[in-house]
T-cell receptor, first 114, second 110 residues
Framework: KAGVTQTPRYLIKTRGQQVTLSCSPI?????VSWYQQTPGQGLQFLFE???????NKGNFPGRFSGRQFSNSRSEMNVSTLELGDSALYLC?????????????FGPGTRLTVL | SQQGEEDPQALSIQEGENATMNCSYK?????LQWYRQNSGRGLVHLIL?????REKHSGRLRVTLDTSKKSSSLLITASRAADTASYFC??????????FGQGTRLTINP
């Protein structure tokens, strides 16, 4: 079974631009979560989608948004990029068995904002 | 902000030695998980321990959980060079939200 895939793997943008990152979960997984990883703040939860609905959201500004499609693939968008948005963005999918929450992570998208 | 605190932040040991990493958290949890990350790549799930469990083993890994102290430890026995990585604890807050600690950077010296 193929793992979680994320595209692109690397991205360079300039301040003020917007960016869209894509995540394809493991086949059969309906929950997709996004995390931001920076040296200063570590790993922080952005949001989680299940069956095309955002169920949970972290403490990030409205410039960060996402969506999920009917095939469970997910995208996240960051508008009006700031230097501080430079980070590794990780996507994780989960089968969501009751009482168990193992998340399978993709390789990440490394975003650099200049 | 991170809920968890990991200790130590960095650990360097000789191959074959055991490595112990500790994690503390602040709120009640459903379960606690440990992940490994190799040099800026994605995270690999290592082990999950439920809130009603005290100890769990998986191969060379041993995890303990003390909910009264809100702490957990990860022991890697007979370390190998391939164990060099960052290790994170994550608490399950429900609704697929994991809250990660800052991580321990483990270096295994040959």
């Amino acid at each position: 079974k193929a793992g979680v895939t994320q595209t692109p793997r690397y991205l360079i943008k300039t301040r003020g631009q917007q960016v869209t990152l894509s995540c394809s979960p493991i086949s059969g997984h309906r929950s997709v979560s996004w995390y931001q990883q920076t040296p200063g703040q570590g790993l922080q939860f952005l949001f989680e989608y299940f069956s095309e609905t955002q169920r949970n959201k972290g403490n990030f500004p409205g410039r960060f948004s996402g969506r999920q499609f009917s095939n469970s693939r997910s995208e996240m968008n960051v508008s009006t990029l700031e230097l501080g948005d430079s980070a590794l963005y990780l996507c994780a999918s989960s089968l969501e068995v009751a009482g168990f929450n193992e998340q399978f992570f993709g390789p990440g998208t490394r975003l650099t904002v200049l | 902000s991170q809920q968890g605190e990991e200790d130590p932040q960095a650990l360097s040991i000789q191959e074959g030695e055991n490595a112990t990493m500790n994690c503390s958290y602040k709120t009640s949890i459903n379960n606690l998980q440990w992940y490994r990350q190799n040099s800026g790549r994605g995270l690999v799930h290592l082990i999950l321990i439920r809130s009603n469990e005290r100890e769990k083993h998986s191969g060379r890994l041993r995890v303990t959980l003390d909910t009264s102290k809100k702490s957990s430890s990860l022991l890697i026995t007979a370390s190998r060079a391939a164990d060099t990585a960052s290790y994170f604890c994550a608490t399950d807050q429900g609704a697929q939200k994991l809250v990660f600690g800052q991580g321990t950077r483990l270096t295994i010296n040959p």
